[in-house]
């Protein structure tokens, strides 16, 4: 199995699920978007993965603002309005009978291109959508055991030409920073951005723990994570200091403790960085930040 915070318990239902497109449903084997979409040919659109948790979509509002906030950024114009999409989501859900431990993965672009090209103006549809549902568990192999990052050359964007906090297609710096990771022998790779700071990983959010304190990037140049904000939140309620703010490599060399956040994996602690050992895995500060993360995700399901 590939080692990471994405590790999934194997589960054959998923070979067959029925997969949404722009209002139909597909085997998944049928599932297809023309070769003129413009997710396709430019990574031309926007996406949201979310947690589907005994019966809840968890933290749902949320991630729509972000869906709503990225689209208005791309000028993509979305054709339906929130309550539409959440039916496409639980229709989805349903068809499938999924009742818990899924992820969804939704995913608009601008449209089919008249040709392949980058200009807006040669889009001949509206935005095509996407969702994906799957039963998908974390793996608590991983959640134990850990994982290892290494720092990658290849930096964060700049807010001023492709803000860190737009969830968009255009993932190719991510993919190329986690190749060299894996090439150093890594499971993943931590990101700096374009002061030398640390800013986040390439699938997830980071956080260290140094002297009874959390550290994380301030926000200006890593991902908007929904999970992220949620470990902040969880981080006042216990009263243990949290700070967002620049920090370099110096001071996670020497972090006490230290993890990623994600939609799909919550919170996974990390072994090594850069070869360097860090004293503690799952110390007693993730441990509480976690505890209380999943506090907030059965709140959801209480609160329907």
């Known amino acids: 199995m590939i080692h990471g915070t994405h590790n999934a318990i194997d589960d054959p239902r998923n070979e067959t699920v029925q997969i949404f497109i722009n209002g139909e449903f597909f085997e998944r084997k049928d599932a297809k978007i023309s070769v003129f979409d413009s997710g396709y040919l430019v990574g031309d659109g926007v996406w949201e993965g979310i947690r589907y948790h005994k019966g809840t979509l968890c933290f749902l509002e949320d991630h729509l603002n972000r869906l709503w906030q990225a689209a208005k950024t791309t000028g993509i114009k979305l054709p339906f309005t929130r309550k539409e999409l959440v039916e ?68 964060r964007g700049s807010p001023d030409y492709l803000d860190p906090k737009l969830n968009c297609h255009s993932k190719l710096h991510e993919v190329q920073a986690l190749i060299q990771a894996l090439e150093a022998g890594a499971d ?9 700071a640390v800013s986040t990983c390439n699938a997830t959010n980071f956080f260290m ?47 006490d403790e230290a993890f990623v956040t994600g939609t799909f994996g919550g919170l996974t602690p990390v072994t090594k960085i850069d070869g360097r050992e860090l004293p503690s895995v799952n110390g007693p500060i993730t441990q509480h930040l976690r505890t209380q993360y999943y506090h907030m995700v059965e709140q959801e399901v209480l609160n329907g």
């Open 88 to 155: 496409d989501i639980q229709k989805t859900l349903e068809i499938n009978q999924m009742e818990t431990d899924v992820h969804v993965r939704l995913m608009i672009t601008r449209g089919i291109k008249k040709t392949p090209s980058q200009d807006p103006r040669l889009t001949i549809s509206g935005p095509n959508v996407v969702i994906i549902a799957e039963h998908k568990k974390t793996s608590e192999e991983t959640r134990e055991r850990g994982i290892t990052l290494f720092t990658s050359t290849i930096r």
């Open 188 to 196: 993943e790779a931590l990101m700096l951005d374009v002061n030398g």
């Open 209 to 255: 723990v140094k002297y009874g304190e959390v550290w994380t990037s301030t926000g200006q140049y890593c991902m908007n994570g929904i999970t992220r904000g949620n470990v902040i939140k969880a981080a006042n309620t216990l009263n243990i200091p949290c700070f967002q703010k620049d920090f370099s490599l110096y001071d996670v060399y020497g972090a």
